[in-house]
């Protein structure tokens, strides 16, 4: 890691693992060859078995680990790890939220530096794209028949995306300020929509976020995967049923989806139709498609 100059502020790069160790080099190898020389690579470890931490401290020593319980789930570790940095956190540094599953150029940071601070520091994500094909995923989050959800509409290349309600933790540089303004990931989401109900609160504090068109994160995503393989299946069995909608992994879980819509919807009206539009799809897929315990 390069030595930081009085130029470039540091950069926390924060991200949570649980046994994932090919995936999560390869991150942390895209992060160490980064144009941009002063970024701090910190690893909440919630509950390493795959011989990863032991990995790390031989080849990449410079990376910060903080051991987790092996039950925090993706919003405690990245509580966790907050928690760490807002202890030696200075003005004008950035928090970089990072899924360990994402790859990157080697501009990544730099550019998301420089455009934050083109537009006076601002709260500023990436364009999610295919790993495999490199096109685009999403490049905005908005809300969708009540929810909140990555999208792709058509945006100028090489400009700022203005045009996004919300933002993930899939590569999405914080100024500081902003962190010390809005505080840590609530409580109340201990994995699925911990990073919108984040970022919710980041707008609702009154700070501007855009989506980078020049910074994109190459995304392997196997959790929408299995959804989508699930609910592509013409019968499916009880234990699939439950694992779709309550199981902390799957996005369409009933706890989380329907907290975000309570705290986040406006205006009323879509909230309760949204909630309505949750419960109902989640009895049609019973009746529809369970066939077997």
Not at 79 to 105: C, M, P, W, Y
Not at 139 to 168: A, D, I, S, W, Y
Request: charged share 25%.
């Amino acid at each position: 890691m390069s030595v930081k100059t009085s130029k470039h502020p540091r950069v926390y790069a924060l991200m949570s693992v649980k046994d994932a160790k090919h995936v999560t080099l390869e991150c942390i190898k895209a992060l160490k060859g980064q144009t941009y020389p002063n970024i701090q690579i910190v690893l909440v470890d919630d509950g390493l078995t795959d011989g990863l931490e032991e990995e790390l401290k031989e080849k990449h020593s410079e990376v910060q680990i903080i051991k987790g319980n092996g039950n925090l789930w993706f919003g405690g570790a990245m509580r966790l790890g907050l928690s760490e940095i807002l202890k030696v956190a200075k003005k004008q540094e950035f928090v970089l939220f990072l899924n360990n599953d994402t790859h990157f150029d080697l501009n990544f940071v730099t550019t998301l530096v420089s455009e934050s601070e083109q537009y006076g520091r601002i709260t500023i994500g990436s364009t999610g794209r295919s790993f495999k094909t490199k096109q685009v995923l999403y490049n905005t989050h908005q809300f969708k028949l009540g929810m909140m959800v990555p999208r792709k509409v058509e945006v100028n290349e090489g400009e700022v995306n203005f045009n996004t309600q919300c933002l993930q933790t899939r590569g999405t540089l914080v100024p500081i300020e902003v962190v010390w303004k809005v505080g840590n990931f609530s409580k109340l989401f201990p994995h699925y929509s911990a990073d919108y109900d984040y970022f919710f609160r980041v707008v609702k504090a009154g700070f501007k976020v855009g989506v980078s068109t020049k910074a994109s994160t190459y995304v392997l995503d196997d959790d929408f995967k299995f959804v989508a393989k699930t609910l592509a299946k013409p019968a499916i069995s009880l234990r699939e049923y439950f694992k779709l909608f309550f199981h902390r992994r799957s996005y369409m879980n009933l706890y989380s989806r329907p907290l975000a819509v309570i705290l986040h919807t406006v205006p009323f009206y879509m909230k309760v139709f949204a909630l309505i539009r949750i419960y109902v799809y989640t009895i049609y897929i019973f009746f529809k498609k369970v066939r077997s315990i």
